[in-house]
């Protein structure tokens, strides 16, 4: 659910840019929750970036840690479920931005739907949102220690371009550590500039 369209693409996260002869940045794309202390923490201490995508409830009780996150760098996205009883995509995507004003002082044109199709993210496009489709989908397999971080490497050596990943909730502070670590073995350039 990761790769931007061309609309509303004002706040695309930066990314890990491998080495120059790659041609690669590489975005990291989570879902905030319980472990996005530890997460920020990891990805601070490696001046990188990442998208966390926040649920209503996470939006609700989390306003530090949004704070946080808007400080320092990374982006903020708004996750929504497109099988909710109750409310549209368009409506959830709404009542999502107002949390996130009421914490913040500022909005977003991200979006991640679960549970959902093409009708859904054209709902969130013509309501001004940039819905993201991943070009890696490590929500199954994760990443939380030096071992999967060196396979994800290796992934992401196979693909061509940059390279959205999402993490989905699987991405613990020390495989986050290992794969920013590796990474900037490697010559990664681990702050850049957002991208528009």
Request: net charge negative; glycine share 10%.
């Amino acid at each position: 659910e990761q790769r931007p369209d061309s609309s509303g693409t004002e706040n695309i996260p930066q990314g890990v840019h491998l080495p120059a002869e790659s041609g690669k940045s590489v975005y990291l794309c989570l879902r905030a929750g319980n472990g996005a202390a530890a997460q920020l923490d990891a990805l601070d201490a490696y001046g990188a970036q990442a998208a966390f995508f926040c649920s209503p409830e996470f939006l609700e009780n989390q306003g530090d840690l949004l704070r946080r996150m808007t400080a320092t760098g990374h982006a903020v996205g708004l996750l929504v479920d497109a099988a909710d009883p109750d409310r549209t995509v368009a409506e959830q995507l709404e009542a999502g931005n107002a949390l996130l004003a009421q914490a913040t002082m500022g909005k977003t044109r991200l979006a991640s739907i679960e549970n959902g199709g093409e009708h859904h993210r054209r709902e969130a496009r013509e309501a001004g949102f940039s819905c993201l489709e991943a070009d890696l989908d490590r929500s199954d397999s994760g990443l939380r220690d030096g071992a999967q971080a060196e396979d994800l490497l290796r992934q992401i050596s196979a693909q061509r371009g940059d390279v959205r990943i999402w993490l989905g909730n699987t991405a613990g502070a020390a495989g986050l550590r290992a794969f920013l670590a590796a990474a900037q073995a490697d010559g990664a350039v681990l702050v850049v500039h957002l991208k528009a």
